[in-house]
């Protein structure tokens, strides 16, 4: 079985490298190939590194509330660089606030995201979707 | 007495340096204007001639050259995505002391064809895809290079999961056509140095064949590497120093000239402050840039384009004043200047050109606003901290002030975010012998080391 491969980063002016190295570690462990961009990184440093190793699924992470901001338009820029069909996953403290979360669900997946994560969750849950999700 | 005979094919000089191994000396250096269209070997023997003779005659028991004659080494490159795997191919190529035409990315165009056939490249380097990511774009690329009209030297440094199945389509239509490992082989790593070694090979095998410098080759033994690449290992091998002799520790050299300005930075880059975070794409342990608009002479007029008002600031002239003399300048490249003002104006083409060229060579730090305060981004190499720079090129060489020129290299605190070398000792190649010291490095490293350290003039 080929390996699959993820690129995962932390979205926008959000510096949490924690829970980044984290998920690197556990993403790795569960056989997929990890392409880390770390912090700090920009929808276009995604797209990027999404083209340049044939990415299945693009992990976005955002910790410091202003995911909402950092991830519109990245569907539709993906769509634009030739890789329209990629799945795209999002976690972490998405928007600030006490906000029903099927709400911030439900925006996500409006704005193109395949997968949304409210606070808190384990990455098991995610190492389970993506295999539903790439079949394998 | 045993003599060793260095030479450097330039695109308008043969530059010559004897030297005598055993006493560690330099005998002589000559220049003499290049004749590749006749024969090259007429520049050498005018050049040869300028340096007397010792009693007993020369013993030449080492002749050994570089060059940059006929264009230089033209390579075309071509990656997937701009600023990774193309960036990746360009850098491996200049580290290859190449001229680079032009890089594409994406999927090769019919345009992009047209502009190979126009620029007729010596070598084509094609890149695309880490190693496992994508695959399309190099098999496709290489068949769209197959339409060419035209066979060409090709090196190809992409995904490795490919690149046989590449070298196989392309060797249908090219030869040769060589594979080297992934000049990316995962995000944002470089890994340029099998390319680099492919296309020094390819030079030797083919190149030099192609533009007539074998011709040299009944007399020299011979040309070992395109020029820049020989003031990249001579560079190399003053920084990191050999066996027990010491080197000078990280560097950088700057050289002016008519149409370009390379700039060599030996140098790791890490960030001089804790706390900074490091972004893009790493910058190779030995980098080399070149400027093809900043020249004092060819490109004397882009120059001063890209200078603005810092020239006419810095001259204290109006923008009258200095494209009158830019005029002069570009009309006889040969123009060397006669008067204080004429030398003050060089003064001005200098500076800018070394203050321009080693802004684009060095590392910016970035501060990012985050909700939990500033955060500091590192892109490039951070050289504050450098301790060397050397100066060389036509223009420093002769003339009165080099550091007055030279000190463009300096960090700016009115541009802090560019991480320039603070506080370096200056230094002037004033024999003109990098290039010579690169190629003596290949036979007796040792040797070549201790008469850097003793010819480089402290400024």
Known sequence: MEQKTLVLGVIGADVHAVGNRILDYVFSQAGFKVINIGVLASQEEFIRAAIETAADVILVSSLYGHGEIDCRGLREKCQEAGIGDILIYVGGNLVIGKQDFSMVEKRFKDMGFDRVYPPGIMPEVAIMDLHKDLNF | MQH?????????????????????????????????????????????????????????????????????????????????????????????????????????????????????????????????????????????????????????????????????????????????????????????????????????????????????????????????????????????????????????????????????????????KPGVMLKGLPEPYAKRTVEGDLGMRYSAESLVEASGHHLTQYLGWSTEEVNAQLKICKQEPWWVPKNQRENQFDTGLGRMAVELAVKRHAGTLEVVYTPFGASYVQQGKDLTQLPVVIGTGGVLLHHSRPTEILGGALFDSAEPTLLKPQEPAFYLDQKYILAAMGLLREIAPLKALRMMKKYLLKL
């Open chain 2, 4 to 272: 060793i005979l260095l030479i450097d094919f330039g695109s308008t000089y043969t530059k010559i340096t004897v030297v005598e191994l055993e006493r560690e000396e330099i005998l002589g250096t000559a220049a003499a204007g290049t004749t590749i269209d006749t024969n090259i070997m007429e520049g050498l023997n005018q050049a040869l001639a300028q340096i007397p003779e010792p009693e007993g005659g020369w013993n030449f028991v080492r002749k050994l050259a570089c060059s940059s004659a006929a264009g230089g080494l033209k390579i075309i490159a071509s990656g997937l995505v701009k600023e990774l795997t193309a960036e990746a191919a360009r850098r491996a190529a200049l580290g290859a002391g190449a001229r680079i035409l032009e890089v594409f990315s994406y999927e090769l165009t019919a345009q992009d064809l047209d502009k190979i056939v126009a620029a007729k490249p010596d070598i084509l380097l094609l890149a695309g895809g880490t190693d496992g990511g994508n695959k399309e774009i190099l098999l496709k690329n290489a068949e769209r290079l197959c339409e060419l009209p035209l066979s060409l030297p090709v090196v190809v440094a992409g995904n490795k999961t490919v690149s046989s199945q590449a070298v196989e389509i392309l060797k249908l239509h090219h030869a040769p056509v060589v594979r080297a490992d992934n000049v990316m082989p995962e995000l944002n790593v470089l890994d340029v140095d099998s390319a680099r070694k492919a296309i020094r090979d390819l030079f030797l095998s083919h190149i030099i064949q192609a533009k007539g410098l074998d011709k040299a080759e009944a007399f020299i033994e011979r040309v070992l590497m395109p020029t820049p690449a020989a003031v990249l290992s001579a560079a190399e091998l003053l920084a990191k120093g050999y066996g027990e002799e010491e080197g000078w520790g990280e560097l950088l050299i700057i050289d002016v000239g008519g149409a370009t300005t390379d700039v060599h930075s030996i140098a790791k880059g890490d960030p001089s």
